[in-house]
């Protein structure tokens, strides 16, 4: 079974940053590509950034917007999201995902993420 644990969210100010963390099985994250999404309340789930399993390639979301940087530390099974300038529009609930893939290089699209974490929760105030 696929598990993933994400870590790294809380309530700061606008303006502050937080890191968050996904951990998930080496075997898992050896194969697979990793992304967050978040979901705010009464709206859609949203693409926030991803990431291919080497590590070279990522994507991000229109409203990222160079404020939030994905990336991976093999060592760890690790994948994180640094994100700088938060805003109350950012707040909502963010879930790691990981799609199985043999393309080291590639990036899944948005709906082939098969595998989910629970979520951990950012609040930004207003």
């Known amino acids: 079974q696929v598990q993933l644990e994400e870590s790294g969210g809380g309530s700061v100010q606008p303006g502050e940053s937080l890191r968050l963390s996904c951990v998930t099985s080496?075997?898992?994250?050896?194969?697979?590509?990793m992304a967050w999404f978040r979901q705010a309340p009464g709206k859609q789930r949203e693409f926030v950034a991803a990431?291919?399993?080497?590590?070279?390639?990522?994507r991000y979301g229109e409203f990222v917007r160079d404020r939030f940087t994905i990336s991976i530390d093999s060592s760890k099974n690790t994948v994180y999201l640094q994100m700088n300038g938060l805003q109350p529009e950012d707040t909502a609930l963010y879930y790691c995902?990981?799609?199985?893939?043999?393309?080291?290089?590639?990036?899944?699209?948005?709906?082939?993420?098969?595998?989910w974490g629970q979520g951990t929760q950012v609040t930004v105030f207003s």
């Open positions: 990431v291919s399993r080497s590590g070279a390639g990522a």
């Open positions: 080496a075997r898992t994250f050896r194969n697979s590509a």
């Open positions: 995902a990981a799609h199985e893939t043999p393309g080291s290089w590639r990036l899944p699209e948005d709906d082939e993420f098969e595998y």
